[in-house]
């Protein structure tokens, strides 16, 4: 009997592997292929394309957003089932209206843009830009009420353009919205009242209008002092914004003396600094800029700016005050406020106007505040038609930087150029 011979068996694997390795690659590049020449990638786009259409058209069907199209000449040519309902459009005796007509589009002071330049399907077809977030009253004068934010979209296609609108009722928000503000307002107007009188009543007993007081009633009652004050300025500023946010923000500007102004903010904040052990001082330049300004809400302004310069500022720092014409603009004024305070950190720096935006700084939760003081002064300053911006430095101290007009006498022919 012959000897067995032994198998090489690494070049029997080796054979076996190569070749059904290049049969499985003759294979896949057989089915890639055939992928390729059943589905080609225009194929492929032409597949999305038509399933993102047809998706579209039933979001549209379904949804409650009031969505319509208009051609260049104005005149309605299709829209979803929610216009129908809100805007009691029926096929039959629409399409092909004229929008004016049929949309009577309106202003929120309720008059008609269809006609003039204001109207969103002109802007629209005449700058071929899309439009968003625009808010228009709808619909014929029996649901005059009905206010919505619409967008408008220019589409081009092979016969001729149109103008799509997505329209998305308001109205109950803004009357939420409405509502809110009032509360807010009522609340904040009714709290004044009553903590005003607390307020007289502590001051005479502290006063010793009732009798004496010893050493601790009078410290009791002057803690007592101080939360009802920064309750009253929480209300006030409460108030305010409220009344900013439903659009009646008011200045009264005239002319202003920087120097008065300062000092009797300097003056009203002296308590508050020597019980703090904080030098303050004002550098204003003479002679002493004149402002074109409300001189309540700047007095409001300096008094946050101060506060605050004060609270972040440890014992035995010093706040400056300082005011001159604003080098980079002759109808300005700049002012400043500079401390030696611990500065404001790099992640809060990016948030600091923000509305009740506190501060990580550990001192934050001793020294108390809402938030608001920095959101009111920039709200104000730029009412003036300034600008507030600030430079800091860590543990080193902060400057708020603003600007604010100069009043400048009117001249004779201007006055009578306005008059005419």
């Known amino acids: 009997m012959a000897e067995a011979q032994p198998l090489n068996s690494a070049d029997g694997i080796d054979q076996s592997s190569s070749g059904d390795r290049a049969r499985t690659r003759g294979e896949a590049e057989g089915r890639k292929k055939v992928v390729r020449e059943r589905h080609p990638p225009e194929r492929d786009v032409r597949a999305n394309m038509e399933l993102l259409a047809d998706c579209a058209g039933k979001a549209l069907a379904a949804t409650t957003d009031v969505a319509f199209l208009l051609d260049s000449c104005f005149r309605l040519r299709a829209f979803n089932p929610a216009a129908a309902a809100i805007l009691k459009w029926e096929a039959a005796t629409t399409i092909g209206q004229g929008c004016a007509q049929v949309l009577r589009c309106r202003n929120l002071d309720h008059m008609q843009l269809c006609g003039t330049s204001s109207c969103p399907l002109v802007r629209v077809l005449q700058g071929g830009q899309a439009l968003a977030n625009e808010e228009i009253i709808l619909g014929p004068e029996a649901i005059q009420g009905w206010e919505a934010s619409v967008s408008v979209t220019p589409v081009d296609t092979a016969e001729e353009p149109y103008v799509f609108f997505l329209a998305r009722d308001v109205s109950a928000l803004k009357m939420a919205n409405r509502m809110r503000e009032h509360f807010v307002s009522m609340v904040s107007h009714e709290l004044r009242t009553p903590l005003n009188s607390v307020h007289g009543f502590i001051e005479l007993l502290l006063r010793g209008q009732m009798g004496p007081l010893n050493d601790t009633q009078r410290e009791y009652l002057g803690y007592a002092s101080e939360a009802l004050q920064q309750l009253l300025s929480l209300a006030e500023d409460v108030l305010f914004m409220a009344r900013s946010d439903a659009g009646h923000f008011e200045i009264r500007l005239q002319q202003v003396n920087v120097e008065v102004l300062a000092q009797q903010v300097l003056e009203s904040l002296l ?114 038609g300034g600008r507030i911006w600030f430079e800091t430095v860590p543990n080193r101290g902060t400057t708020f930087y603003f600007t604010l007009p100069l009043y400048r006498e009117p001249v004779l022919g201007e006055e009578r150029g306005k008059g005419g």
């Open 271 to 384: 308590p508050l600094a020597r019980k703090a052990e904080i030098v303050m001082s004002k550098e204003i330049e003479l002679p002493a800029p004149l402002l074109r300004a409300d001189p309540q809400r700047i007095k409001q302004v300096l008094a946050n700016l101060l506060g605050n310069a004060i609270k972040f500022t440890p014992p035995g720092g010093t706040v400056i005050l300082r005011a001159c014409p604003d080098p980079d603009d002759p109808q300005m004024a700049l002012l400043s406020v500079k401390d030696t305070g611990f500065g404001i950190a790099p992640e809060d720096q990016p948030h600091v106007f923000e509305r009740f935006y506190q501060a990580t700084h550990s001192m934050q939760s001793r020294m108390g505040g809402y938030g608001l003081g920095l959101t009111i002064a920039r709200l104000i300053i730029e009412q003036h």
